[in-house]
């Protein structure tokens, strides 16, 4: 049996989201191999039978490694062991039949299927479209053209990768609540699953995205990155907890959307530098946490190592100031949400002391139970985007003219896009005291606590309410007859 390795220096440039093609066909090697060794341990089940498409008499050698190397083929070939090791019947083979789309622009050609029609789609996680109609599957092809164009003048290297990778194109239902899904599973290398993008650049974003969760899966198949056992974490990308192997998943996923809006921005517009901005901060933080946190194995170490040293030349890389600071405060946005949303605070040691006059420190969170996949989202981020993208012009960059003072229900947002940190702390405020406030609530905040607490922590001058919103918010509702100030004030010392 074959064993699939990579040098270190390969291993330093996969990590980077730079791998040579002679990297991509390992990986891809090592996939079909997998396939293979769980075809044979099905056979080998009472109840299986050999695949129509492996046992075809008329079948040749490439046609047989063809059919190995199909994402379908093989998520059909891990579902069916999952059902014969369960006891249960297999699934029925699949009938491959999905719309072939290719794309050629300056002599590099992208190759994919359709796939609307195989039972065993939703085993990527989503929910699948209904078969397409003809003129649904040439919005697809139009899409990709336009998207493939793009890379190809613009990010040749990623879409060499890409490429390489891509050969199953999943179509998902949207959802009304998110501004896009996509999605892959470590049984089907090379498939993505993926909602219906608005525009050719969404397209090439996503595509680079979920090739990069392909390329990990693939990765994790050769390497332990992560130990086992650890526990859920913070995730830039998610509302939910998340293992770290999710985490890094994220980071490396959007490491090269990063790179993406990096090459956009350097003759785009402000969404691109907002872009590249934020998910370059978001990427340097996961790598932080991931090697700060105990999780890695020595291979992870390496891995998540090369991924922050390439994003840490972006870091000194210049952005508008203002675009700059909507960034990172996107950022800060997201993980106060999912604070509030996902730990909570036993605050009565801190109030016991308190009462009898004792120093105490703030008590450490705890995650709350229940919850499931999420992803952020937030209306403030909305109002960036659309800021960004608006005719008019202030502090640097694009604003909507919908979001000048007084225009909107929402003075607090308005005074902080503006930058007005002050007067967007007293906007806040006032929302929060037209909240009720219960003592000793049980469960998590309403929708509404969090958006208000989440802007609180935003342009707080305390840093004990923009790190640990959740547990001022805990002492807020435990003292009612206290102002958020004093409350403030005093948490303020229980960091020191």
């Not at 083929?73 to 369960?86: E, I, K, Q, S, V």
Request: some cysteine; hydrophobic content about 40%.
């Amino acid at each position: 049996m074959r064993a699939f390795r990579l040098t270190d220096t390969a291993l330093a440039e996969l990590a980077a989201g730079r791998p040579s093609a002679a990297t991509v066909g390992e990986l891809r090697r090592s996939q079909i191999s997998r396939h293979l060794l769980l075809l044979s341990e099905t056979l080998k089940r009472p109840g299986s039978q050999i695949p129509f498409w492996y046992a075809d008499s008329g079948a040749t050698a490439d046609t047989r490694a063809a059919a190995l190397a199909d994402p379908m083929r093989a998520l059909h070939t891990a579902a069916t062991l999952a059902a014969l090791r369960a006891g249960a019947a297999p699934p029925p083979e699949p009938v491959i039949s999905g719309h072939e789309l290719t794309a050629t622009h300056d002599g590099l050609t992208l190759r994919v299927r359709l796939e609307d029609t195989d039972p065993l789609r939703t085993r990527l996680g989503l929910t699948p479209s209904r078969q397409l109609t003809a003129a649904e599957v040439a919005g697809w092809q139009r899409l990709l053209t336009e998207a493939w164009r793009l890379l190809v003048a613009r990010h040749r290297p990623a879409a060499t990768t890409l490429a390489a990778t891509l050969r199953v194109l999943v179509p998902i239902e949207p959802d009304p609540g998110d501004a896009g899904l996509s999605a892959t599973s470590a049984e089907a290398f090379g498939a993505v699953a993926l909602s219906p993008p608005p525009d050719a650049p969404t397209l090439a974003v996503g595509l680079l995205h979920e090739c990069q969760h392909s390329l990990l899966n693939a990765t994790r198949t050769l390497f332990d990155l992560i130990e086992p056992g650890s526990p859920a974490t913070y995730s830039p990308w998610r509302d939910d907890p998340r293992p770290p192997f999710g985490l890094l998943h994220g980071a490396y996923a959007y490491q090269s959307v990063a790179r993406f809006w990096r090459t956009e921005s350097r003759t785009g517009g402000p969404v691109a530098q907002f872009e590249f901005a934020r998910w370059r901060a978001a990427v340097h933080d996961a790598t932080d946490a991931l090697l700060d946190g105990g999780y890695l194995t020595a291979a992870g170490e390496r891995f998540v190592r090369a991924m922050r040293a390439e994003v840490t030349t972006w870091l000194s890389e210049e952005v508008d100031p203002g675009v700059e600071r909507l960034a990172r405060d996107a950022n800060a946005d997201h993980r106060a949400r999912w604070r509030l949303r996902n730990l909570e605070v036993d605050t009565e040691p801190l109030l016991d002391a308190w009462r009898q006059g004792w120093p105490s420190r703030l008590p450490e969170p705890k995650l709350r139970a229940g919850g499931g996949r999420a992803h952020g989202r937030s209306d403030r981020l909305d109002l960036v985007h659309r800021l960004l993208r608006g005719p008019a012009t202030v502090d640097g960059f694009e604003r909507d003219q919908s979001l000048q003072p007084g225009s909107r229900e929402r003075p607090g947002d308005d005074a902080w896009l503006r930058g007005e940190a002050g007067t967007a702390l007293s906007a806040y405020e006032k929302s929060l005291e037209s909240l009720n406030r219960p003592s000793r609530p049980k469960g998590p905040p309403s929708p509404r606590e969090v958006d208000v607490w989440a802007g609180i922590a935003l342009v707080a001058p305390w840093r004990s309410v923009r790190e640990r919103p959740e547990a001022a918010r805990a002492v807020y509702l435990a003292l009612e007859q206290e102002t958020l100030f004093k409350i403030a004030e005093r948490l303020e010392r229980t960091l020191n």
